[in-house]
Nanobody, 124 residues
Framework: VQLQASGGGLVQAGGSLRLSCAASGRPFSSYSMAWFRQTPGRERESVATISWSGGVTSYADSVKDRFTISTDNAKNTVYLQMSSLKPEDTAVYYC??????????????????WGQGTQVTVSS
């Protein structure tokens, strides 16, 4: 399994960005996917999760109503649409995959595969 994350960048507070995570290597219908973020000196934080087949989603309270996780089955891609961005959203964002159905916001140990990080910087 390979995950390729992209879409990070510099944006002003209140702006939007869409992160993409292209997945390859095997069928993902039974997988759970997630976006995490990490800032220096802090643990990796789960931001949003989705079950690939059923589309069940969960969000961290800090991003609820601002971020949306989704999948495009035809493109084997997971997206994180981020709106109303705040300086505290600044972090390296990672996508992750697990070959099982997960519920809620499991920590990073629940995921088997990781993409490389993509930097998101929100200026005030």
């Amino acid at each position: 399994v390979q995950l390729q994350a992209s879409g990070g960048g510099l944006v002003q507070a209140g702006g939007s960005l869409r992160l993409s995570c292209a997945a390859s290597g095997r069928p993902f219908s039974s997988y759970s996917m997630a976006w995490f973020r990490q800032t220096p000196g802090r643990e990796r934080e789960s931001v949003a999760t989705i079950s690939w087949s059923g589309g069940v989603t969960s969000y961290a309270d800090s991003v609820k109503d601002r971020f949306t996780i989704s999948t495009d089955n035809a493109k084997n891609t997971v997206y994180l649409q981020m709106s109303s961005l705040k300086p505290e959203d600044t972090a390296v964002y990672y996508c992750a995959a697990a070959p099982r159905i997960l519920f809620g916001l499991p920590n990073g140990r629940s995921y088997d595969y990781w993409g490389q990080g993509t930097q998101v910087t929100v200026s005030s």
